[in-house]
């Protein structure tokens, strides 16, 4: 059963920034892209940012870029988004999924199932 444990939201001030982790299970996880999402209130779900599987390919939106930085460490079955210079724009429900480097690009996503995000709030 695959399954994505989101991490590391909170309360930041504008300008501050946070580290988000997805612990990924149920899978070989080096095996397929993953990629970044969020939920603002009132909006769809969006895609973020998204990296292949060895990194090698690395997509931003617009919105993030100069920004956030997404990684990750495939020793730990673990993606990363760093978060810098936070916006109250940023505050949202952030999610993590994953599959062919086509699947994690749509925007909106896609997938049928999801873990339970990592609440952020950018607020002074």
């Known amino acids: 059963q695959v399954q994505f444990v989101e991490s590391g939201g909170g309360l930041v001030q504008p300008g501050g920034s946070l580290r988000l982790s997805c612990v990924a299970s149920?899978?070989?996880?080096?095996?397929?892209?993953m990629g970044w999402y969020r939920q603002r209130p009132g909006k769809e779900r969006e895609l973020i940012a998204a990296i292949s599987n060895y990194g090698a390919s690395i997509h931003y939106v617009d919105s993030v870029k100069g920004r956030f930085t997404i990684s990750r460490d495939n020793a730990e079955n673990t993606a990363y988004l760093q978060m810098t210079k936070m916006i109250p724009e940023d505050t949202a429900v952030y999610s993590c999924n994953s599959g062919w480097w086509t699947e994690v690009l749509q925007d909106p996503p896609q997938f049928d199932s999801w873990g339970q995000g990592t609440q952020v709030t950018v607020s002074s």
């Open positions: 149920g899978y070989l996880f080096k095996t397929s892209a």
